[in-house]
């Protein structure tokens, strides 16, 4: 609400200069809120379609998200007019720690689930990368 709100101040005349240099960081911000919002709403709609077995601890990596989100706003929430309570924030970080201690046993399998193969996870820029940058390596394209 903020950002359209300078964007309205800026006019028609101002709106480019207002969302390129002025506000770019109400733009970054309202991103970010946007990706949060859709990131939690796809999680929802995945848990609602899974087996009702796994829903135990796809809630808690839900809800890990969700705290983690608030917990690297802490600092926005504490000066804002819309803060947390004060007791409230005090216990995100104690929340997000509690939950992964709790989902640490389902690590592996949660990891696992994801189907990632050992060339997924070993770039070829990991392994040498002053050779890697010598030339043109079109984005780790890798054709085999």
Known sequence: MELAGEMKR????GLFAAWMYNQSDLVQAAAMAYAERL?????????SKTDTELHPVLNRLYRLYVVDCIERA???YALSDAGLPRDMAKVIPTEAR??????APEAIGLVE????TDAMLSAPIAHDWISYNRYD?????ITE
């Open 98 to 103: 509690r939950l992964c201690d709790e989902l």
């Open 10 to 13: 800026a006019g028609k005349d």
């Open 137 to 141: 390596n079109r984005g780790e394209l």
């Open 113 to 116: 689930a994801f189907g990632l």
């Open 39 to 47: 990131a939690s709403e796809q999680f929802l709609a995945v848990i």
């Open 74 to 76: 802490l600092g926005w």
